[in-house]
């Protein structure tokens, strides 16, 4: 890990500390959800509908029930009045947003191939499976339509009652000036469609939840695989009615989740009802195929993009509309995701000054969409990122000189979308990765390659991004079902060990010993005098979970200003030990002195117990140390940097080598660069997966073809390329800390730094635009195309 | 995940596992890694009544050199006939071809037997068999039976073995004089099946004429292919890429490959072309070295 | 001969001996994780194409999903849990935990089976060789960069070496 520039010095922010789940991790002690097996528990196993658009005309479960082992079996009639429908938990505001109802088992239709149908409940999981295949569905099957595009045409097939022509909302953005009247202005209009393939989110570790339920108290306990308990909680309350302080969710390990486990499903749902009727605990986890048939999907955009510019390669406006599919229903966080988390970053680091964005959200016979890594940033980057190299290319200027000519060269920055940039060196950061990757030395490399005949082709991708979506009233007033903020609570024990409680939920990010080097910084500490405590109901007070790269920056920022409110009362116990005026105590690492008399001190241990103890505390002051903080931040953080990429096509099959990948990024201050880097290299390789190798394939029928990680292409350690990740430190003063957030950054950069790459290695054979995934034997169609080969 | 139930056969001789296998038939699937029927099962798309596990039987698992040809018992790992010292002086295009399939954990298991009765249409081991004109041994109460390789595959998944038959040895040529191999396989990632393999033989003379060649393709069609026609063009002409590269062109004759997710039928016959040529190629060299060393 | 629909197995985990009668179509990883109680071996897919479910079995990695249990019988297994000697992380589990080459941790004890095969065979293994040894492990978070770097890492400390670069 690299840094170009540091904001700060590292005391205990900034130092590449280890992390303090990994002894447990590594050893096999680690607790996913598959791993909980309680006295007496059950399995439930899904009847999932081989149809993509069918009605149910019957379903006979009398083979199922007459199994040994079987424990019961419900159709979505048995369930219909005790699981309610799945809702959306973001009701887009001014886009005529229709919601239909998502019953978590189907009863009169199925819409998607892999919908539940039916529960099997039994004493062994093998026999629940072999229930499933004795569960006779009488299905009449429907026409189903895949495509967006064929989905909006007239005499399509229509999904739900009162959604005419299966529009689930039209979303509108402009942006400054009129797009029209810009294009004239600038003399030229340069069109491309793009698409931006359906992807499946592939955590390693399926989705599932175990369930038990306490019929004497009423309470209902949950493990799931889940990025947000909470919410979680929240949502189950409603849909099995339920009081909401009944429920404990706990996530406990959670393999991954890449956005796929922030939405409520029907999964935790049914799992949740059967231990209630059962009066047994239950487990349910999918199998990979069912996680790729009844897990979200992302993407699936397509794109017709217009942009005006002018003769020098300014780029004036950009006027883009957009085909969103958001599959068979609206999962949790799906009407957000193609809109305000996409159009609203459709200037992007550009100093464009006219944005004109229209979404149409489609419902499909197919997997519902919702937020994947980036979620909505991607397609944004996509777009404008493919532009800059068409720009160039239609100018026969280098793609490096229109980026250089249309950068905003540093924030404060206001953009036409109305979003405030916080800060950043944007031209700078964009010239040193330049540097960084010796483009213009490979320039000449690519020039010389060319005149043998090999194909090396330069892909730049520069990309903003935002983060910690907040404060509360902008995230409502966009229609998201609750506010933006985050929960903290640190507490000093008597002894003065640390434990901090968040309302984030990480899943493999690794923040807690981030949080703990927060708190060790705040407080004067050792990172290993603090705990934290994350992912369960009952020990944590309400937070939002971790997605959208907001655990540090929000996250984090509620653990500063806790650390920084226990110290403020720290320091007035201090005052009281050491008899002094609170405004002369002075405060260094974990002492507390009197201004001028230093080796007179008190330290945070001495003064915890005191606070305990409580004999001495000044007038006014409660017992006890301990903060609690709801943080809501006063803006969005926005990371942006530069990646590059280099890469070599073979030219008689199409076969793309990345030679090298640089990635500068500025995600303001780095509290564990150990962790940041972890994340840059692991998002780079899945944004690369997206470029060259992952696309969810449905037939015409609306069966999915990749249903397995044999036909769904995850790289593997042989794809990979190996990523130089350098951090550029320019701090948020949107937050406490000024940190910014990592989590997505590189999967939203380095898509087009590929696929631009890519195209540039074919530029000169007269190939404007491939469509991701460049697999082999689409790149060789169009070198076929230009007869090439 | 959760596969069907099945009742286990667990014969303890290979007499023994010919006999239940003359008794059930069809009912019954013989089992000896796991890695070609264990996926199907696990999605329940066979579900055998009775299974066989010949995986313990003794002495199915060997590589000799007998008269000159080398037999591979057919419990044989792909791991053992990848690292097999044997192999690799005398026929090293089949340990190559081991080291391409699946994964390290799958040729720790695999076997050479159980791949082939399989008969994946895009499996590796089959373009070697053709290239190398390979023998497969089918055993059955009734007696021992020698296939040759292009009689063996039959179809995707289908092959001339009888249901009462087992197959327990493959037999290769130990090659001989100044020869070269190559197994190239394309594949989008690590891991994968093949979109074409093509497997290699050559054996060039003094001269520096092609005396032998053998050329074996997978993926490209509903069984694995003898690329009869670019043999013809190798045989007796010069050791020269010129000699090779119009070889390689006629590999895509009379292939008429399947169209899937991953690749077009055009794309897998033109890869058919660049593969064969890659893996000439590579045998070329490898056959000129053999004779700069040894001449 | 007869048709068995229950079968005895003896198999050795870890050092110790175990002897269960299961069903025949009792998957291996599902023999280890539920009779076994050892949760470390993952399930990640259906297809065999993971890994998440690597065992060393008589000294050789292998899928679990992709074995009956029964194919284990008087058969030796090591899973991650057996891997610590006198309460001291093996150079493998180590060297992961050093080089940050595990996010989630779902894939992590099937990485580090594969690598202690792969490496007890290849004590001095190039960075391509490590990535092809690990083909068939999927990770969705590292990028598998640290995990390369770490097997490197392992190599040098089990060879005797410092293990620092």
């Not at chain 1, 550009?350 to 944005?355: A, D, F, N, Q």
């Not at chain 2, 059930?24 to 055998?48: C, D, F, Q, T, W």
């Not at chain 2, 080398?70 to 053992?80: D, E, F, R, S």
Request: aromatic residues 8%; hydrophobic residues 40%.
């Amino acid at each position: 890990m690299s840094f170009i520039h540091r904001a700060r010095e590292a005391r205990h922010i900034g130092k590449p500390v280890k992390r303090k789940e990994d002894p447990r991790l590594v050893t096999g002690r680690g607790l996913y959800v598959d791993d909980i097996k309680l006295p007496g528990m059950l399995y439930a196993a899904f009847v999932r509908s081989p149809y993509a658009h069918a009605k149910i005309k019957g379903i006979d479960v009398s083979k199922a029930q007459k199994i040994p082992g079987v424990v019961g079996v419900f159709t979505g009639n048995d369930l219909r009045g005790k699981i309610g429908p799945i809702p959306t938990g973001w009701m887009l505001t001014g886009a005529d947003l229709k919601v239909p109802e998502w019953p978590a088992v189907a009863y009169d239709r199925v819409r998607f191939a892999g919908e539940i149908v039916a529960v099997v409940v039994a004493q062994d999981p093998y026999v629940a499976r072999d229930a499933v295949d004795a569960v006779e569905v009488d299905y009449e099957p429907l026409p189903a339509v895949v495509r967006s595009e064929d989905a909006i045409k007239p005499g399509a097939p229509q999904l739900h009652e009162g959604v005419p022509n299966n529009v689930a909302f039209r979303w509108r953005l402009r942006g400054g000036d009129d797009f029209d009247e810009v294009a004239r202005k600038a003399g030229r209009v340069i069109r491309q469609r793009m698409i931006n393939q359906r992807l499946i989110p592939s955590a390693m570790e399926p989705r599932g939840a175990v369930a038990e339920y306490n019929r004497y108290t009423g309470e209902l306990t949950m493990w799931i695989t889940t990025q947000n308990p909470h919410v979680h909680r929240l949502f189950l309350s409603g849909i099995l009615g339920i009081p909401e302080n009944k429920i404990r969710v706990i996530a406990p390990d959670v393999g991954g989740g890449f956005g796929s486990k922030i939405p409520v499903y029907p999964l935790e749902a049914i799992v949740g009802r059967m231990a209630i009727e059962l009066g047994r605990p239950v487990k349910y986890v999918e199998t990979r195929r069912e996680n790729f048939m009844g897990t979200i999907h992302g993407r699936d955009h397509v794109e017709d993009v217009e942009v005006a510019v002018d003769g020098e390669g300014n780029v004036h406006g950009i006027r883009v509309k957009t085909l969103a599919n958001m599959g068979a229903y609206l999962s949790t966080a799906a009407p957000g995701v193609p809109t305000i988390l996409f159009g609203t970053m459709l200037s992007g680091p550009y100093k464009i000054r006219s944005v004109d964005v229209d979404v149409i959200g489609v419902f499909t016979n197919t997997t519902p969409v919702d937020a994947y890594r980036g979620a909505g940033r991607p397609e944004a980057t996509y777009i404008l990122e493919r532009v800059m190299d068409l720009v160039a290319r239609e100018l026969k200027l280098d793609p490096a000189e229109v980026r250089r000519r249309n950068m905003i060269p540093e924030a404060p920055y206001t953009a036409v979308t109305g979003l405030v940039y916080d800060s950043g060196k944007y031209l700078e950061v964009f010239e040193r990765a330049l540097k960084i990757a010796d483009y213009e030395g490979w320039r000449r490399r690519q020039e010389e390659a060319r005149k043998e005949g090999r194909l090396i082709g330069i892909g730049i991708s520069s990309y903003i991004e935002m983060c910690g979506i907040a404060p509360s009233r902008i995230a409502r007033a966009t229609g998201f079902g609750m506010g933006l903020w985050e929960s903290a609570i640190v507490r000093i024990h008597p002894s003065g060990k640390v434990t901090v409680f968040t309302g984030t939920s990480p899943h493999g990010q690794g923040e807690d010993i981030a949080f703990a080097q927060i708190v060790a910084e705040e407080l004067g500490i050792s990172p290993e005098d603090v705990e934290v405590v994350h992912g369960d109901t009952a020990s944590v007070q309400f937070g939002l979970g971790t997605y959208g790269s907001r655990t540090t920056p929000v996250g984090g920022g509620a653990i500063a200003l806790a650390a920084r409110r226990v110290r403020e009362k720290a320091r007035k116990i201090a005052a009281a030990l050491l008899e002094a005026r609170e405004e002369d105590v002075m405060v260094e690492g974990s002492k507390f002195y009197v201004k001028g008399v230093p080796e007179k001190f008190v330290t945070l241990q001495q003064v915890a117990l005191a606070a305990y103890t409580a004999d001495k505390l000044p007038p006014g002051v409660e017992p006890g140390l301990e903060a609690t903080v709801f943080y809501d931040p006063e803006n969005f953080t926005f990371p942006y940097g530069t990646h590059i990429a280099v890469v070599e096509v073979d030219r008689e099959t199409g076969a793309v080598k990345i030679l090298r990948y640089v990635a500068v990024d500025d995600a303001g201050v780095i509290v564990n660069p150990m962790l940041a880097e972890g994340q840059v290299i692991g998002g780079a390789l899945q944004g690369i997966a997206q470029a060259l190798y992952e696309e969810a394939v449905y037939d015409a029928s609306g069966n999915l073809l990749t249903a397995g990680f044999n036909d769904y292409l995850i790289p593997t350690a042989k794809e990979a390329p190996k990523i130089e990740s350098y951090f550029y430190e320019t701090p948020s003063p949107h937050n406490p800390l000024g940190v910014k957030g990592i989590g997505e950054t590189s999967t939203i950069a380095s898509t087009p730094a590929v696929v631009n790459a890519v195209l540039d290695a074919l530029a000169h054979l007269d190939i404007r635009h491939i469509d991701m995934p460049l697999l082999p034997n689409k790149i060789y169609s169009a070198l076929r195309e230009k007869g090439v080969v | 995940m959760y596969p069907p139930r099945f009742s286990l056969i667990v014969p303890s001789t290979l007499d023994e596992a010919l006999e239940i296998l003359s008794k059930y038939g069809e009912n019954a699937k013989v089992l000896a890694g796991g890695h070609s029927l264990i996926p199907l099962m696990k999605l329940r798309l066979a579900s055998p009544k009775y299974i066989v596990y010949i995986g313990k039987l003794q002495g199915l698992s060997y590589i000799r050199e007998e008269a000159g040809r080398i037999h591979i018992g057919a419990l044989t790992t792909h791991a053992t006939i990848e690292s097999s010292d044997l192999l690799a002086k005398r026929n090293p295009l089949l340990s190559e071809t081991a080291s391409r399939i699946g994964d390290l954990q799958v040729r720790n298991m695999g076997t050479i037997g159980g791949s082939l009765a399989h008969a994946d249409p895009a499996a590796d081991y089959p373009a070697a068999m053709m290239a190398l004109n390979a023998e497969i041994v089918a055993k059955s109460i009734r007696g021992e039976r020698v296939i040759k390789a292009s009689d063996f595959f039959k179809g995707p998944f289908t092959t001339a073995l009888r249901s009462d038959e087992l197959l327990v040895e493959v037999r290769i040529p130990a090659l001989n004089g100044f020869f070269g191999t190559a197994y190239e396989k394309l594949v989008f990632r690590a891991m994968d099946f093949a979109i074409v393999g093509v497997a290699a033989m050559l054996e060039i003379d003094k001269t520096g004429t092609i005396v032998k060649a053998g050329v074996g393709l997978t993926g490209v069609g509903s069984t694995a292919v003898r690329a009869k026609g670019v043999e013809e063009e190798l045989i007796g002409k010069p050791a020269s890429i010129d000699t090779i590269v119009k070889a390689s062109a006629r590999a895509s004759e009379n292939l008429n490959p399947p169209s899937d997710i991953r690749a077009s039928s055009e794309y897998r016959r033109a890869m058919a072309v660049v593969m064969t040529r890659r893996a000439l190629s590579r045998a070329l060299e490898a056959a000129k070295a053999r004779m700069k060393g040894q001449g | 001969m007869e048709a068995l629909e229950k079968v005895r197995i003896t198999v050795k985990v870890n050092g110790k001996i175990y002897t269960h009668d299961i069903d025949p179509r009792l998957l291996l990883v599902h023999y280890i994780r539920d009779y076994l109680g050892l949760t470390g071996t993952h399930v990640g897919c259906d297809t065999s194409n993971c890994g998440a479910c690597t065992v060393i079995l008589n000294g050789k990695a292998v899928k679990s999903c992709t074995l009956y249990a029964f194919m284990a019988d008087g058969g030796e297994i090591l899973t991650v849990e057996g891997l610590e000697k006198d309460g001291k992380l093996h150079p493998i589990q180590e060297a992961f935990w050093e080089n940050h080459a595990l996010q989630c941790g779902f894939c992590t004890p099937g990485m580090i089976m594969t690598l202690y095969d792969f490496l007890s065979r290849n004590p001095r293994p190039t960075e391509e060789e490590v990535r092809r040894a690990i083909e068939g492990n999927l990770c969705r978070c590292t990028g598998y960069q640290n995990i390369v770097k770490a097997a490197l890492w392992a190599a040098e400390r089990m060879r005797g070496g410092g293990g620092d670069e």
